[in-house]
């Protein structure tokens, strides 16, 4: 038991006198990378249809929905990668087809802060929808409803035609 104890007394002693140089920076390269990385988000908005399903299975709710003023997609994800545990599940259950809305798609692991709450800004997948962009999408909602209009209008008169000339 003595022979124990000055055994660990010389260790913290040498530890003392030889200092041991680092090995690896941190800042230029990871600690650790994980093997179940896929990678950061990407979110493409062009195929996106906001059908909310990435935002209900993410385990630990890391994506919440921006809301769009368009009715189709009414809202896009946005990931916050601060929380993210990169699992993938979001791209898996998004249902576009054949590419995806949103999807890992390489990148880094690190996520290196100074600490505070307005670094953690940088920690986000954002998306930045250009307004000629929704200008299009809604004058598209505005020629199909205009055409549903003209349609059922079309219909209306053709039934008040045929009762018309069911009473003669």
């Known amino acids: 038991m003595i022979f124990e104890i000055g055994e660990k007394i010389f260790r913290v002693m040498k530890a003392f006198r030889e200092p041991r140089i680092a090995t690896k920076d941190i800042v230029k390269e990871p600690a650790h990378k994980s093997p179940i990385f896929r ?4 979110v493409k908005y062009e195929i996106c249809t906001g059908c909310d399903a990435c935002n209900k299975i993410c385990p630990v709710d890391a994506i919440k ?3 769009l003023p368009i009715k189709r997609p009414n809202k896009v994800p946005e990931v916050n990668l601060a929380i993210c545990i990169f699992c ?3 791209e898996d259950v998004c249902p576009t087809k054949p590419e995806k809305a949103i999807k890992l ?4 692991i690190e996520m290196i802060t100074d600490g ?3 670094a953690l800004d940088n920690f986000w997948v954002r998306v930045e929808i250009p307004q000629e962009w929704i200008e299009k999408k809604k004058k598209e909602e505005e020629e199909k409803a205009a055409k549903r209009k003209a349609k059922q209008e079309a219909l209306l008169k053709g039934a008040a035609n045929t009762m018309g000339k069911d009473e003669k």
Not at 39 to 42: C, E
Not at 105 to 108: F, K, L, Q, T
Request: glycine letters at 24%; a positive charge.
């Open 116 to 118: 505070t709450n307005n």
């Open 105 to 108: 798609a390489g990148g880094d």
């Open 65 to 67: 929905m921006k809301p």
């Open 88 to 90: 993938g599940l979001c």
């Open 39 to 42: 990678g950061r988000h990407v």
